[in-house]
């Protein structure tokens, strides 16, 4: 029998309790396209909310934004996406399995990060030459030269005959960072900001990824939370330390440590970029360090390209030096989705209980645990049970989100919030009626302590708000 992974064990997860689902699975699913369910976007929702807080609430000098999927074709041009936004792409001629020709040279530890394609056959030349190259599906030896394969994803918004022409295609957005681009002007003449400030954003991306088999890590369709940092070229090295160590610790205030999570610094920038790090974390389910999050310094590129191509001025002018230039980038991009998975994958803990049971539970951190507290009352046939926690329920529910369960044994119920990850479960049984006291179980350590109906409020504001 095939050995079950630790991805498996999370993609299982994910689908048993309502996190995720495969998109269009009635119809055979669509590839690499995956839906939330209750609790998956409850938890995705807390990590978007938790980004947002300490990128906008927490900071005088960003401010946020909205901007459309769709955007001008122009955008895509000037960013030099339509032209070189592409994955080199390589085929078996016997199954048709597709694959990433840089990702089959790293896998033989030929780094091919941005190597031109001719660069890339040549490479792959030599390991057919010492049969090393074969179908990681069939095992079929018959794999085709590498092709440059865009990564854009084209719409026919607009009229029937407007199609035909090229100049008409619509992208969807690839990145959630253009949007920011081109409201730079806007924002800035809307609000009190000077520079350095920076435009946050979450959303949706969309990429042709050519090969996304690694459940929510590569998906077509997935949310980025980005922020775009415009500043004087002087200030760069400072704000870009500032911002580094400010994602850094944004991580340890999850949850991370130093065995979750290291930098990984790139060896060839792209010709506008003076500096450009990633944020790995080490998945269990991927089996090692990817990457979740970018912090780059992109220079003056982006708002020059822009104005060249719109013929707007976005220069900044600075009332105090008098100096007139285009701002530089700093950027920090996170992927929401890639998040999702590694708090899951972080959480997920198998324990030995008792004998010999197993008891799964998903140790999240409480601020983005999609229930805070479960409320269960001891016995489901004894109304005065229900009615009394349903009362203690309707008193907490506006303040945290909760879950009421009156089905199955309490042992059972405490199986399935572990596996949600609730921080608390509150027991209502005879004592309540008798002395008003309900038992509070908490997830990690399994210790049950009594806490009074009238003080259970305060009781969780203490232990859930930070
Ligand atoms: N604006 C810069 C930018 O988009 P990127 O490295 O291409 O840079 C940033 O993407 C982040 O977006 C990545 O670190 C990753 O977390 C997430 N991301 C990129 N492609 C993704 C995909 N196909 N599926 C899920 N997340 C993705």
Not at 26 to 49: C, E, F, S, V
Not at 55 to 69: E, F, K, P, W, Y
Not at 99 to 107: G, T
Not at 142 to 161: H, I
Request: charged content about 30%; glycine content about 6%.
């Amino acid at each position: 029998m095939a050995e079950i992974t630790p991805m498996d064990k999370i993609v299982s997860l994910c689908k048993r309790r309502g996190f995720v689902f495969p998109s269009s699975e009635i119809y055979g699913g669509l590839g690499a396209i995956y839906d939330y369910g209750h609790y998956g976007t409850l938890l995705k929702n807390n990590i978007r909310d938790a980004w947002w807080k300490a990128m906008t609430q927490m900071r005088d000098d960003v401010v946020g934004l909205d901007s459309a999927i769709f955007m001008h074709p122009k955008t895509w041009a000037a960013s030099g996406h339509i032209d070189s936004f592409e994955d080199p792409q390589v085929d078996c001629k016997k199954c048709k399995s597709r694959f990433r020709a840089d990702h089959i040279l790293e896998e033989f530890g030929i780094g091919a990060d941005k190597m031109p394609v001719d660069s890339i056959n040549k490479e792959l030349d030599k390991l057919r030459k010492e049969k090393k190259l074969k179908c990681a599906n069939c095992g079929s030896t018959e794999l085709t030269e590498a092709r440059r394969f865009s990564l854009m994803v084209k719409s026919n918004l607009g009229s029937p005959t407007d199609e035909l022409k090229e100049e008409n295609v619509v992208y969807l957005r690839p990145e959630t960072c253009g949007g920011i681009y081109l409201e730079y002007k806007n924002t800035l003449d809307s609000t009190r900001m000077k520079l350095p400030f920076g435009i946050a954003q979450v959303g949706k991306a969309f990429r042709n990824e050519i090969v996304a088999r690694q459940f929510i890590f590569r998906t077509r369709e997935f949310e980025q939370m980005e922020m775009q940092y415009f500043l004087h070229p002087d200030q760069m090295k400072e704000k870009y330390a500032m911002w580094k160590d400010l994602r850094w610790q944004w991580y340890f205030e999850y949850g991370m440590s130093e065995n979750d999570i290291r930098w990984y610094k790139h060896k060839k920038l792209a010709h506008y970029a003076s500096e450009a790090y990633d944020v790995e974390f080490n998945f269990k389910s991927l089996g090692g360090f990817k990457e979740i999050e970018g912090i780059h310094a992109r220079g003056n590129w982006d708002l020059s390209q822009h104005s060249k191509f719109s013929g707007v001025d976005l220069a900044y002018f600075d009332e105090k030096t008098k100096e007139k230039f285009i701002p530089h980038i700093m950027e920090t991009s996170a992927g929401l989705n890639r998040l999702f998975l590694m708090f899951i994958d972080q959480a997920y803990t198998e324990e030995t209980i008792g004998e010999n049971e197993t008891r799964m539970v998903l140790k999240l951190d409480r601020r983005l645990a999609p229930i805070k507290i479960a409320i269960f009352p001891l016995l489901k046939n004894k109304p005065e049970l229900v009615a009394k926690a349903r009362e203690v329920y309707d008193s907490v529910k506006s303040k945290f989100m909760c879950e009421f369960d009156d089905n199955g044994n309490i042992g059972k119920r405490y199986r399935r919030q572990d596996e949600i990850g609730t921080p608390y479960c509150v027991t209502i049984d005879f004592e309540t009626l008798e002395k008003g006291a309900v038992t509070v179980r908490d997830r990690d350590t399994m210790k049950q302590e009594s806490v009074k109906v009238e003080d259970l409020n305060e009781y969780f504001k203490e232990k859930l708000v930070k």
